[in-house]
C-alpha cells in the first residue's frame, strides 16, 4: 500500500523529507526545531512516513573513490536468450553492482558499477559477457549527484513539452 492512496503528501511531509534526506542523523527535536513542530508530532510523521514506504532507510554517504574504488562504469546490456543477467545471477555475484535498471529498447538492463582498476573491469566484463553483449562506458569525471527527491513539478505535463534544454 502507498502513501499516496492513503492520503498525498503535504507541504509539512515535503519539509520533513528535504531536511532527513540533507541530514538523516537529526533528532526528532532537531528536526521539529527546522520545521516548526513538536518532537513527538515529528517522530510520528516520520513513522507514518516509514511504514507507508515513502522513508526506505537511513545510510552513511561513502566516497567510492577514497574507499578504493577508483573507477566507475555504466554498462548496458542485451542478454542471450536463455541466460538473461537478471535471471540467472545473484546480486552476490556482482558485487561490483551498485545499481542494476531493466531498459526498454534494444538493451535490457543498464548497469552501474564500481571498481578499483582497469584490470579489476576487464575482469568484470569477462563475466559479465556469459550473459550476452555488452556495450560499456567510463565515467572520467560526475558533475552532479544525488539529486534528492522534492515534491512532483506541478505542471508536469508542460515540462515534458519543452523545446529542449535552453542555453
Known amino acids: 500500500m502507498t502513501l499516496r492512496s492513503e492520503r498525498a503528501l503535504d507541504d509539512l511531509d515535503w519539509r520533513l523529507l528535504e531536511t532527513l534526506q540533507s541530514d538523516g542523523r537529526l533528532s526528532f527535536k532537531e528536526l521539529g526545531r527546522r520545521v516548526n513542530l513538536s518532537a513527538p508530532a515529528v517522530a510520528e510523521r516520520v513513522r507514518r512516513l516509514e511504514e507507508a514506504g515513502v522513508i526506505t532507510g537511513y545510510r552513511a554517504q561513502v566516497d567510492a573513490r577514497r574507499a578504493g574504488y577508483g573507477l566507475q562504469a555504466f554498462v548496458e546490456m542485451r542478454c542471450s536468450l536463455g541466460s538473461c543477467l537478471l535471471r540467472t545471477s545473484k546480486s552476490d555475484d556482482y558485487p561490483e553492482v551498485v545499481e542494476l535498471h531493466r531498459l526498454s529498447g534494444d538493451r535490457c538492463t543498464m548497469l552501474k ?55
Open 113 to 167: 558499477v564500481r571498481v578499483v582498476s582497469l584490470e579489476h573491469l576487464e575482469g568484470l566484463f569477462e563475466r559479465l559477457g556469459e550473459h550476452g553483449e555488452i556495450r560499456s562506458s567510463v565515467v572520467l569525471s560526475t558533475q552532479y549527484e544525488g539529486r534528492p527527491v522534492g515534491p512532483p513539478v506541478e505542471d508536469y505535463l508542460k515540462a515534458t513539452r519543452s523545446e529542449g534544454w535552453s542555453v
